[in-house]
């Protein structure tokens, strides 16, 4: 079956860290594959998006690389600030059902 | 535009009784979907429509839970009757055929209900 593996939380961090979130996938066929945030008592939003192997999707200093060959979408960020405190979803899509299957999302909280 | 909208924000109510939370989605809008979000289980989709018809119900947990899309402009997800274990955020999302098919789905997803079963 379709589905997605991420890394327990919580993550905590100082300012200024280096942050990786692991996520890893398994499917059938070519899924999408994304990371939503979602800030405390929010909906979530899309953060970034890959659609292919080798892709790689950025925004907000945050990025992940489409590897097919691991099966993964790792999230990283160079130096990670109090704002980003928040639970990071990895997810994937397929174009033949246009559902997304999430992760079980990692919370992440960055110290002063 | 104003969003997703999802009401009420918050809700307790006793075990037995009927619960319904409300959806608007995007103008323009033609995918809605419910997610229910615990702890335990992570986010779960439960039904999604399709220019108001249901595509993908298998999510929905039992026949307590229904669901409706009378119009492009609202969804409703019924608990009868509600259980403890019913407790949850639920989530209702939305996008369109375009996005679809720009592979970039773009689900907007509204601010969540939290219910309370006591």
């Known amino acids: 079956g379709n589905s997605v593996t991420q890394m327990e939380g919580p993550v905590t961090l100082s300012e200024e860290a280096f942050l990786t979130i692991n996520c890893t996938y398994t499917a059938t066929g070519y899924p999408s594959l994304f990371w939503y945030v979602q800030y405390p008592g929010e909906g979530l939003q899309l953060l970034l998006k890959?659609?292919?192997?080798?892709d790689k999707g950025s925004n907000k200093g945050f990025e992940a690389t489409y590897r097919k060959e691991t099966t993964s979408f790792h999230l990283e960020k160079g130096s990670v600030q109090v704002s980003d405190s928040a639970v990071y979803f990895c997810?994937?899509?397929?174009?033949?059902?246009?559902?997304?299957?999430f992760g079980s999302g990692t919370r992440l909280l960055v110290r002063p | 535009d104003a969003g997703v909208i999802q009401s009420p924000r918050h809700e307790v109510t006793e075990m037995g009784q009927e619960v319904t939370l409300r959806c608007k989605p995007i103008s323009g809008h033609d995918y809605l979907f419910w997610y229910r979000q615990t702890m335990m289980r992570g986010l779960e989709l439960l039904i999604y429509f399709n220019n108001n018809v249901p595509i993908d119900d298998s999510g929905m947990p039992e026949d307590r839970f229904s669901a409706k899309m009378p119009n492009a402009s609202f969804s409703t997800l019924k608990i009868q009757p509600s259980e403890p274990r019913d407790s949850a955020v639920y989530f209702c999302?939305?996008?369109?055929?375009?996005?679809?098919?720009?592979?970039?789905?773009?689900?907007?997803f509204g601010s969540g209900t939290r219910l309370t079963v006591v």
């Open positions: 890959a659609t292919k192997a080798d």
């Open positions: 997810a994937l899509g397929l174009d033949s059902s246009y559902k997304l299957i």
């Open positions: 999302a939305s996008s369109n055929t375009l996005l679809r098919r720009n592979s970039n789905y773009g689900y907007t």
